[in-house]
């Protein structure tokens, strides 16, 4: 079980690291585009705005990965390591899963951004 828990923390150091580079590539290529006053409605601001709070939520979830979990110890009990223990690696688990799934939806928003900034708007 000890390896779980340090593949669970390997894995989301990954997923750290591929959202990072995402989150600086996809602001610098906004930040280097035309898109300045070409955003007209609330929909496409969404659509633009999407894998920023996607990728941003992702990095949370990966960053609560890492943060202590603090389960009252009884020292009489020799089952309640094991039990805390288990309880840790729960936690961390569904935080590394929350964290990949923002992260897929995330690079999805990227796509769908790119292709609302790559095809042209019907009627201009």
Do not use: N
């Not at 390997?10 to 690291?17: G, K, L, M, S, Y």
């Not at 898109?35 to 609560?64: C, E, F, K, W």
């Amino acid at each position: 079980m000890r390896s779980s828990r340090k593949t669970i923390d390997d894995t989301t150091r990954q997923v750290t690291v591929v959202a990072g580079i995402l989150e600086g590539l996809y602001f610098h290529a906004i930040a280097f585009t035309d898109l300045q006053g070409s955003v007209t409605d609330g929909l496409q601001l969404a659509i633009y705005l999407a894998p920023i709070l996607l990728i941003l939520l992702s990095l949370g979830a990966a960053l609560l990965v890492f943060w202590l979990d603090h389960y009252p110890l009884e020292m009489g009990s020799a089952r309640a390591p094991k039990v805390i223990h288990s309880r840790t690696v729960k936690s961390k688990l569904l935080f590394m899963r929350i964290s990949f799934f923002l992260l897929l939806v995330g690079a999805a928003a990227i796509f769908a951004a790119v292709l609302q900034f790559l095809i042209p708007q019907a009627g201009t």
